[in-house]
């Protein structure tokens, strides 16, 4: 046991992510998302992701394996499981936003770009 710090900090088009931990067993990140602004609608052939809202508003946009289109929009508290191959996108509604997700291990190539 030791206490360290995160062993990874991503600039993104959208804000940033915080990796806290990825292994075999599972990844734990937090995602920052500024106001209006989007991250890439995408999916994941082998991660399950959870989310929850630790800050903010988001809007999130699902398509579901039937090609239906869903918004859900999220605010602080609020927690939200994405199945693997889940097409999903954020979209920053308040000025920023903090999500914190849970999932199985992140794998760079594992995220396929819609």
Aim: with cysteine.
């Amino acid at each position: 046991m030791k206490i360290s710090k995160p062993i990874k900090f991503k600039e993104k088009s959208w804000g940033h992510e915080v990796w806290i931990h990825n292994s075999d067993k599972y990844c734990g990140k937090i995602l920052v998302i500024e106001a209006r602004k989007s991250s890439s609608l995408h999916y994941h052939k082998l991660k399950d992701e959870t989310f929850y809202i630790q800050e903010g508003k988001i809007l999130v946009k699902v398509i579901l394996k039937d090609n239906i289109e869903k918004e859900f929009e999220m605010n602080k508290g609020d927690v939200l499981d994405i199945p693997k191959g889940t097409k999903h996108q954020f979209i920053g509604i308040a000025e920023k936003s903090e999500i914190f997700e849970v999932s199985t291990e992140h794998f760079d190539d594992d995220s396929i770009y819609v």
